[in-house]
């Protein structure tokens, strides 16, 4: 059965670092890309960002760019997403996805974390 | 600009067809995939591919795609089909990734 696995909740202070995880199973981890998707409070899906840990290959939304890292330890199957220095604005739940689709024109996201909540606030 | 616009609501009444639509200029040149989110749950897709169902998702969930429309039809409406629904596409080169507002379905 395939699996996303998120680290859990967390609650952090303006300015401070954060790393989150996202462990995935039942497949071949290093075969698939695997997205990450934010959604603020009461709003939508915003793609942030996209990594394949076979050669670790990220791609950044333009708006998330400089914003966020993105990384993988392929050797224990998870992708990570972390903040320098969070701000009040980064509070929002934090999904990641499988990436699904032969070809470029089918791109999708297939299976989902269960989200990590992150709060920023002083 | 690559964007994809949805209604902010559709309401139904338990039994009827539901019809929620995702429009823009690149819906004409890639597939559109629709997701289910219910309240404080992870996204679930739906459709794939304009038209595909995955599998595990009840019949009475289709797609269909015209134009630059695509439309996710929801027939004979359930009270468990009460959530979020929103549309996603990407670029050609799989560089940029959009998800549309989303859409609010109410059973009434």
């Known amino acids: 059965e395939v699996q996303l696995v998120q680290s859990g909740a967390e609650v952090k202070k303006p300015g401070e670092s954060l790393k989150i995880s996202c462990q995935g199973s039942g497949y071949n981890f290093t075969k698939y890309w695997v997205g990450w998707v934010r959604q603020m409070p009461g709003k939508g899906l915003e793609w942030m960002g996209i990594l394949y840990s076979g050669d670790s290959e990220t791609i950044y939304s333009p708006s998330f760019q400089g914003q966020v890292t993105i990384s993988a330890d392929k050797s224990i199957s998870t992708a990570y997403l972390q903040w320098s220095s969070l701000k009040a604005s980064d509070t929002a739940m934090y999904y990641c996805?499988?990436?699904?689709?032969?070809?470029?024109?089918?791109?999708?996201?297939?299976?989902w974390g269960q989200g990590t909540l992150v709060t920023v606030s002083s | 600009s690559y964007e994809l616009t949805q209604p902010p609501s559709v309401s139904v009444s338990p039994g009827q067809t539901a019809r929620i639509t995702c429009s823009g200029d690149?819906?004409?040149?890639?597939?559109v995939h629709w997701y289910q989110q219910k309240p404080g749950q992870a996204p679930v897709v739906v459709i794939y591919?304009?038209?595909e169902r995955p599998s595990g998702i009840p019949e009475r969930f289709s797609g269909s795609s015209s134009g630059t429309t695509v439309t996710l039809t929801i027939s004979g409406v359930q009270a468990e089909d009460e959530a979020d629904y929103f549309c996603?596409?990407?670029?050609?080169?799989?560089?940029?990734?959009?998800f549309g507002s989303g859409t609010k379905v109410s059973v009434l």
């Open positions: 996805a499988r990436r699904r689709g032969s070809t470029t024109l089918q791109y999708y996201f297939d299976y």
């Open positions: 996603q596409s990407a670029d050609n080169i799989g560089t940029l990734y959009v």
């Open positions: 591919k304009d038209t």
């Open positions: 690149a819906v004409s040149k890639q597939y």
